[in-house]
């Protein structure tokens, strides 16, 4: 990747003779090497619109190129930045350009855009691309800078991504999630996959195909292993896998049941939930081997353990009050606090990368419902519209949260930006998807 | 990925690798299959199989078979039940516990697995931790009857495999349940 500064190189004369010419959003356009992912695994599909106000609007002027590209570039650009749910596509007013010619921004003032992103893809040799995009403040005329990105036939799509996470921060100054990707689990009758997908849900790829059940995938802290709970020995049992080299280690296989599996933020061990003292506690791990060391301290039930990003706190489920509750404790155990109060069934915490912010499942009024509790204040709020929700999880920039919902009898995933407004849904064709765990960013 | 044998599905299984190639730019490995786990949960084939004749006939050894009393005492139930968000066991469970416990001691070698479960509702984790409970628990009451505790492993499946599908009163409470195995 290179950033070039905003002066950039001084390049063709401004492009004239513009026409009007409506792109459509999300169509799929360009001769395409890339067949779609089998039918069951369709993008995550925004659902619920947000309202405009709220909504920047942006232009992206067709990328110029000379051979026909394999993925559809803009497109992917488009369609992350509106299923973020803080950006709108207005219509494109003109042919191509490139990210070295000054725009004339007239007809992009015109049609409303405050932001234009131009670019081109241009091919270095067979198979391989140089990505590039600059960004413009239509507004005031200004250029934002650009950045270019290489990538082989089989990276187009994460350029792409990359792009839109680079327009993303360059506009909100928080880093973009859609170069991540995410895991999930699903179930279709003796049939268990774990699942590694783009954060747009397309390009998944099974790392694990079980006759047994498959739950609570955990991604490492630099995003190469993910740890999980299968049940393929007849009991559950925690493994780390390698997703390069599909390799898997067990992790846990003691007396009884073994499960919640959560990594230490130095990604060299992890927490868990083991039963070899009688009970369901919660015990460190290292992974080079040696003894389980027990960090919690009750006669109840303590599991779902999850760090704190600065790792020095745990927070975890337990009954240890007669109801589960989210609790948390130091690091090395000891010093336990409660953390809600309201309600009587409050469990699946998963901590926002700030900090401060907690999503977590609480039941009330009967439904299973996605909370969202400011970590300083104590104060708890259900995300609208978030209803018969399991394992929430934060996505790496702390904006979206995923999550797996029952609805008419089958699970299936949802992302949602914290306060509720914009949803996406993502659908398998068969059976059930669930155990969603959004992925760390990608370097 | 896909293993079953037809052209078809050879051929879309090519079609799907080819899409994978052409739209991944992840680190999982391009040319990769998913880690397959073979079912290990079938049981063995039956005891010793019958001799053959000729003239290096070797006298087979009669191992106690792991098929015969494979399901521990006849004619007795295998399921104890509990109620909502409860692990204890209940008193019209403890006739089917003693059943068990009389076996086990009546034959020391003998290991038996409780396997817990619970329904659907909430978070699957802390229904394996519920689950374990309910194991947990039909172990204590089978301590108390006289079982050694090596002779006892609880584990939990949490909701993961229930034994009635449905969301409604009948499927989640043929689901609580603690199911006792010999393995």
Not at chain 1, 48 to 56: C, D, H, M, W
Not at chain 1, 155 to 171: F, G, I, N, P, Q
Not at chain 1, 246 to 251: A, C, E, I, P, Y
Request: charge should be neutral; hydrophobic fraction near 40%; aromatic fraction near 8%.
């Amino acid at each position: 990747m290179a950033e070039y500064d905003r002066q950039g190189s001084v390049g063709q004369p401004p492009v004239t003779g513009i026409g009007r010419r409506q792109l459509l959003g999300g169509t799929v356009s360009g001769a395409s090497l890339f067949l779609a992912a089998p039918a069951a695994f369709a993008q995550f599909k925004v659902e619920v619109a947000g309202v405009g106000l709220t909504q920047r609007p942006f232009a992206l002027a067709p990328f110029k190129r000379v051979t026909q590209v394999p993925v559809a570039v803009d497109q992917v650009v488009i369609a992350d930045l509106e299923r973020s749910g803080e950006f709108r596509q207005v219509a494109s007013a003109s042919g191509e350009l490139d990210e070295n010619t000054r725009p004339n921004f007239e007809p992009w003032r015109a049609v409303g855009a405050d932001a234009l992103i131009t670019g081109s893809i241009n091919q270095v040799a067979v198979g391989r691309w140089d990505v590039r995009y600059r960004l413009w403040d239509v507004v005031r005329g200004e250029d934002l800078g650009g950045v270019s990105f290489p990538a082989q036939d089989s990276e187009l799509r994460l350029a792409a991504h990359r792009v839109a996470d680079s327009v993303y921060e360059k506009l909100t100054g928080v880093r973009g999630v859609f170069a991540t990707r995410v895991a999930y689990v699903t179930a279709d009758g003796s049939q268990n996959r774990l699942w590694i997908a783009d954060a747009d849900g397309e390009s998944p790829q099974a790392a694990l195909d079980s006759p047994q059940p498959v739950i609570s995938p955990a991604w490492s802290p630099e995003g190469e292993r993910l740890a999980y709970v299968s049940f393929e020995a007849r009991k559950p049992v925690v493994y780390v896998h390698t997703l390069a080299t599909g390799k898997r280690q067990v992790v846990a296989n003691y007396r009884g049941s073994n499960s919640a599996p959560a990594w230490m933020p130095d990604g060299k061990g992890l927490v868990a939930t083991l039963s070899l003292a009688g009970h369901s506690q919660i015990y460190a791990i290292g992974l080079e081997g040696g003894r389980p060391t027990r960090l919690s301290d009750s006669q109840s039930i303590d599991t779902e353990p999850t760090f704190s990003p600065d790792g020095k706190l745990l927070y975890f489920v337990s009954d240890r009050g007669g109801s589960p509750q989210i609790y948390r404790m130091a690091a090395g155990g000891g010093n336990v606090q409660r953390i809600t109060f309201s309600g009587g069934y409050n469990v699946s915490p998963s901590i926002a990368p700030d900090g401060n912010r907690m999503a977590y499942v609480g039941l009330v009024e009967g439904r299973y419902t996605l909370m969202v509790m400011d970590l300083t204040s104590g104060a708890a709020q259900p995300v609208p519209g978030a209803l018969d929700v399991e394992s929430p999880s934060f996505s790496a920039n702390g904006r979206m949260i995923v999550y797996a919902s029952r609805t008419k009898g089958r699970d299936e995933l949802i992302t949602t930006t914290v306060d509720g407004r914009v949803r996406t849904r993502l659908l398998g064709a068969k059976g059930d998807i669930r155990e969603p765990a959004w992925g760390p960013f990608r370097d | 990925m896909f293993t079953t044998k037809s052209k078809t599905a050879q051929w879309l299984g090519a079609l799907v690798v080819a899409a994978v190639l052409a739209g991944c730019g992840s680190t999982v490995p391009l040319d990769s299959k998913p880690v397959t786990v073979v079912d290990k949960s079938k049981a063995d084939g039956a005891g010793q199989s019958a001799q053959s004749a000729g003239a290096n006939t070797v006298a087979p050894v009669a191992v106690k078979s792991a098929s015969l009393g494979d399901m521990g005492p006849e004619n007795v139930g295998r399921i104890v039940y509990f109620d909502f968000d409860s692990a204890a066991v209940k008193a019209e469970s403890r006739e089917v516990i003693l059943a068990h416990a009389r076996y086990l001691r009546a034959n020391p070698e003998r290991r038996v697995v409780l396997e817990g479960h619970t329904d659907e509702r909430g978070s699957r984790e802390y229904n394996v931790a519920l689950g374990q409970r309910r194991a947990e628990s039909v172990a204590k009451t089978m301590l108390v009857f006289g079982v050694k505790a090596n002779a006892m492993e609880s584990v939990s499946f949490g909701e993961e495999k229930p034994a009635m599908l449905g969301s409604n009163e009948g499927a989640w409470e043929a689901n609580r349940r603690v199911e006792i195995t010999y393995r």
